[in-house]
């Protein structure tokens, strides 16, 4: 079967046009599916031999809600979506005074190995389809009944692991007929994989690059993100040079602070020189807590940030939101596998 809400609308309106139809019937298509519906009978504007066409060829993926957690704290809203195929990812629905932020998974699971990470213990499943992304907005949007203004792709996965499916989702998701989210409402996160920041360069999209980096040496940074073996932290920093340097835009550093790890003052000095021709803009994360995970939170975050901006850098501590509601990404979906089994892990 099809998946039609993977398409783009030029693919749409040829796919159409081989059924005898229309061009004008690519657009009515395409509207629909970027409005929600999951059927195809929804569709009103199209005949019923049309219809019968579609669902002969087509299938519509439609997320269902395995869980849905709403933070007493701040309204944070975590979802548990469950796929077609019963394998189930999550998305956080975050309210701030410019607008919804909805952060989406882009793999069922992550391979990438992270230390302190509770979404890649189970290892990966699968890529995520550009319709399977979009449907995290899309479902999130219709459940909330909150428009969604801003994404960022930071949940379950690796972005870059998934480059082409992601690419076709944010041009789904930026298309004038569909959500129309503009690139620059749009944040992209990799833990390092440098092809994919160097192909992203070449692209010269307005999406906002943020890079996962959670220790500025080698040492660290290999015993806590295995994807540092493959791609040194060194030629991760050239990478981010280049990035800067063929697009203009700023990058965005994740920083998880770890007690013990990666919070010391030495650490922040190499930062600051390492970045040193570039904008950029550290984004100091309050650790969550994973019983998986050996690792504790920093009680150094306040003099990290001092040592950081006294060389010049732009250094934020991340609002902490749903701290009630199993905020760690992946969580969420291992407690689900853990109690019910209520979502495939293989």
């Known amino acids: 079967m099809i998946d039609i809400k993977s398409m783009t609308l030029e693919e749409m309106t040829r796919f159409l046009r081989d059924l005898g139809e229309p061009a004008f019937r690519g657009k009515q298509v395409f509207t629909w599916l970027h409005k929600g519906v999951r059927s195809f009978d929804e569709m009103s504007n199209l005949a019923k031999g049309l219809r019968e066409k579609l669902k002969e060829q087509c299938t519509i993926?439609?997320?269902?809600?395995?869980?849905?957690q709403v933070s007493k704290l701040d309204g944070t809203v975590k979802y548990l979506w469950e796929l077609n195929d019963g394998n189930c990812i999550e998305t956080v629905l975050m309210q701030y005074h410019h607008?919804?932020?909805?952060c989406i998974s882009s793999?069922?699971?992550?391979?990438?190995?992270?230390?302190?990470?509770?979404?890649t213990i189970a290892g990966k499943v699968r890529d995520l389809t550009p319709s399977e992304m979009l449907d995290q907005v899309l479902f999130t949007q219709l459940d909330s009944g909150l428009e969604i203004?801003?994404?960022?792709?930071?949940?379950?996965g690796e972005p870059l692991d998934n480059r082409e499916n992601v690419l076709r989702f944010l041009q789904l998701v930026n298309h004038p007929d569909g959500l129309n989210i503009g690139m620059r409402h749009i944040s992209l996160s990799t833990c390092g994989v440098v092809p994919g920041i160097d192909y992203l360069a070449d692209l010269g999209l307005q999406i906002t690059l943020s890079v996962s980096l959670h220790a500025p040496d080698s040492e660290t940074r290999s015993k806590i993100m295995p994807v540092n073996r493959a791609y040194?932290?060194?030629?991760?920093?050239?990478?981010?040079?280049?990035?800067?340097?063929?697009?203009?835009?700023?990058?965005?550093?994740?920083y998880a602070m770890i007690d013990g790890v990666n919070d010391n003052d030495w650490q922040a000095d190499l930062i600051a020189k390492k970045l040193k021709g570039m904008p950029g803009h550290v984004n100091m994360i309050p650790l969550n807590d994973v019983v998986e995970s050996p690792f504790k939170p920093s009680r150094r975050i306040a003099a990290f940030q001092k040592r950081l901006e006294s060389h010049g850098i732009t250094a934020t501590v991340r609002r902490s939101l749903g701290g009630d509601i199993d905020a760690s990404c992946g969580q969420l979906r291992r407690k689900e596998m853990e109690e019910k089994g209520g979502c495939a892990s293989t």
Do not use: W
Request: aromatic share 8%; proline share 2%.
């Open 232 to 254: 040194d932290v060194e030629e991760l920093f050239a990478a981010c040079h280049r990035y800067f340097k063929k697009t203009g835009r700023r990058i965005s550093f994740e």
């Open 149 to 156: 203004s801003n994404i960022v792709l930071m949940g379950i």
């Open 99 to 102: 607008g919804n932020t909805v």
């Open 61 to 68: 993926t439609v997320p269902t809600v395995a869980r849905k």
């Open 107 to 119: 793999q069922v699971g992550c391979r990438m190995g992270c230390a302190f990470c509770a979404s």
